[in-house]
């Protein structure tokens, strides 16, 4: 029998000392290799020690199309499925890999609150969800920044998604507000992402300061308006000097819009886009006179009167009282929007812009004509007839006051 001599010895330690280490990757691993063939459904990779790994089917997509760039030679991180196959190849993932650096990315910024990048994939009505090498994230419509919040009148579901849908496919920058480390899921918030900046523009905002911004919501009763993280809302009251009978008519959704800054309350933002025009009452005031007969076209039909546009932005109110000597029960029964209509100027009042009509005092008798000019100028030598008349023509004049308030003065 052959024995083993000290040179044999010697050459197989030697041997052992030059030969590779044996890999044995083990499923969940991250390994490094290099590419040893891209074929069209699969890529080898070449892990050394003997060891050849496979990337095949889906594993070979990630959400950096890795696949896209790779040839022969090139060094590829993957992750470990199977160690080995029937064939006795390695099997990798690059999608498994590319999973498991986006969740570490997620989970790094949550915990140095920093923000992060993300495109989302789709909506529902509650927010946009994004999908990001199967990690899971969503972004709730509360936690959207207001340049991107769906307000809708009435809360309309339908419309409220249409908007939502209109952002998928664009890039958001977001914080990571909850982790679940079960589910690899993500809560993740636009607002917080823009909380800083916010309160730095807020703490700067002066009024009286004009801005620049983008309408970010037409509602009923204004105007929303985005700028530098923050909105703030024009008052429909403070669109135009004019009756405003809808919003919508002054810009669409996106536009650009300069405004004045005329209240700041803690987070609440009043803006105005009328006070950057001329006011056009100055020139009213000026221009008509108490007495003045006046022609105009019948806008508004109210249960207390008449709404009569005299030029662009100047309207004029005939009381129901004065419609007709006889009374009226219904106006609608006298005057349809549209109509041209001729009345006498009874009152101005300039501070709170508004004209009082008469259609009665183009027919008037002298003595009503008295009464009114004590009424409208204030003046003491009135007759005591005409003062006992005194308190039922303010109270009308109250009364349409009080009621134009909620369709003039909504807030």
């Not at 985005?226 to 405003?244: N, R, Y």
């Amino acid at each position: 029998m052959a024995t083993a001599t000290k040179k044999d010895s010697s050459l197989m330690d030697e041997l052992l000392a030059n030969s590779p280490e044996v890999f044995s990757p083990r499923p969940g691993d991250f390994v490094t290799g290099k590419i040893a063939s891209v074929l069209k459904s699969m890529i080898l990779v070449d892990l050394g020690g003997g060891a050849t790994g496979i990337i095949s089917g889906r594993e070979t997509c990630d959400s950096s199309g890795t696949t896209d760039e790779l040839k022969e030679g090139d060094s590829v991180s993957a992750y470990v499925i199977d160690d080995e196959d029937k064939n006795g190849l390695v099997v990798l993932s690059l999608r498994k890999a590319s999973q498991e650096k986006t969740w570490n990315k997620f989970v790094e910024a949550f915990e140095s609150n920093e923000s992060i990048s993300v495109t989302p994939t789709e909506a529902n009505k509650g927010g946009l969800l994004i999908d990001v090498d199967g990690i899971k994230g969503f972004i709730p419509v509360s936690q959207l920044a207001p340049l991107h919040y769906p307000r809708v009148n009435g809360a309309d579901s339908a419309e409220i998604l249409k908007r939502l849908q209109d952002l998928v496919g664009k890039k958001f920058l977001v914080r990571v507000i909850n982790v679940d480390y079960d589910s690899n899921k993500l809560i993740l918030s636009e607002k917080a992402a823009q909380e800083g900046a916010r309160q730095k523009a807020l703490g700067g905002l002066k009024v009286g300061e004009k801005i620049k911004g983008k309408i970010s919501g037409l509602v009923k009763f204004g105007i929303f308006i985005a700028f530098d993280g923050l909105e703030g809302l024009v008052h429909i009251s403070e669109i135009a000097w004019g009756h405003v009978k809808d919003p919508s008519e002054y810009g669409k959704l996106g536009d650009e819009i300069e405004v004045l800054v005329i209240g700041i309350e803690g987070d609440k933002i009043s803006l105005s886009m009328k006070k950057l025009t001329p006011d056009p009452w100055v020139d009213a005031v000026q221009k008509y006179k108490i007495g003045d007969k006046v022609s105009g076209e019948v806008t508004r039909l109210t249960p207390f009167g008449v709404f009569v546009k005299l030029e662009d932005e100047i309207n004029g109110l005939i009381h129901i009282s004065e419609l007709a000597p006889e009374g009226v029960e219904d106006i609608s029964q006298l005057v349809n929007a549209g109509d041209k209509i001729d009345a006498k100027i009874v009152s101005i009042d300039p501070e709170e812009h508004r004209i009082g009509l008469s259609v009665n005092a183009l027919t008037g008798s002298a003595e009503r004509e008295a009464e009114r000019s004590a009424l409208t100028t204030g003046s003491d030598s009135a007759s005591v007839k005409t003062a006992k008349k005194k308190a039922p023509a303010k109270k009308k004049k109250e009364e349409a006051s009080t009621e134009e308030a909620p369709e003039t003065k909504e807030k």
